[in-house]
């Protein structure tokens, strides 16, 4: 045999292996196919529900730091609910103070009562502001008069207190009115 008859069988016995190894109809294949293509849906499908769970666990955390703003605000805006109807107590402790009183013992019983009500509203978290020769802050106050002072024209200083202010750690629950002199 020479070396052309031999690869002719070699090439002939591989075509016959490649033929034997090659199915029938490619119902082989088909399966592969099917199989490949029901992964893919698979797949798809799990995209959608991974995806769907990383939005419904980002809603919760919104959900969650929304409702522990809303818990945080509750308490604020109760206080200063409260404060706002009792705080005209005090307007009239302090205008008790301002009388001219002889009787030194009801004068002093009206102090302590006056030191009684800044303690419950300290213990609240609440301080009042708005005292004379104070730099007037507008965020804070509000000024109903005005007085020209020629000697310093830029600093604007309260001259007088109308109604002191309070304010919580968060907000202001009542903005002082003062007179301002510049």
């Known amino acids: 045999m020479t070396n052309t008859e031999e690869i002719q069988e070699e090439t002939e016995g591989t075509q016959e292996q490649i033929q034997e190894d090659i199915p029938e109809n490619n119902t082989e294949n088909n399966i592969n196919i099917e199989e490949i293509e029901t992964i893919k849906k698979e797949l798809e499908e799990c995209k959608k529900y991974k995806d769907l769970f990383l939005r419904t666990a980002a809603e919760y955390e919104n959900f969650r730091k929304r409702s522990e703003k809303e818990k945080e605000n509750i308490y604020s805006d109760a206080l200063s609910y409260v404060i706002t109807n009792i705080i005209s107590v005090g307007d009239s402790i302090d205008a008790a103070l301002n009388l001219n009183i002889d009787?030194?013992?009801?004068?002093?019983?009206i102090e302590l009562l006056k030191n009684q009500f800044d303690s419950s509203l300290k213990k609240?978290?609440?301080?009042s502001f708005g005292k004379v020769n104070e730099k007037f802050d507008p965020d804070i106050h509000n000024a109903i008069s005005h007085?020209?002072?020629?000697?310093?024209p830029e600093e604007n200083i309260i001259s007088q207190v109308f109604q002191k202010g309070y304010k919580s750690e968060t907000k202001?629950?009542?903005?002082?009115?003062?007179?301002?002199?510049n």
Do not use: F, W
């Open 103 to 109: 009787n030194q013992e009801y004068k002093s019983g």
């Open 147 to 152: 007085i020209d002072n020629q000697e310093n």
């Open 172 to 181: 202001i629950i009542r903005h002082a009115m003062v007179q301002v002199t």
């Open 124 to 127: 609240l978290g609440v301080e």
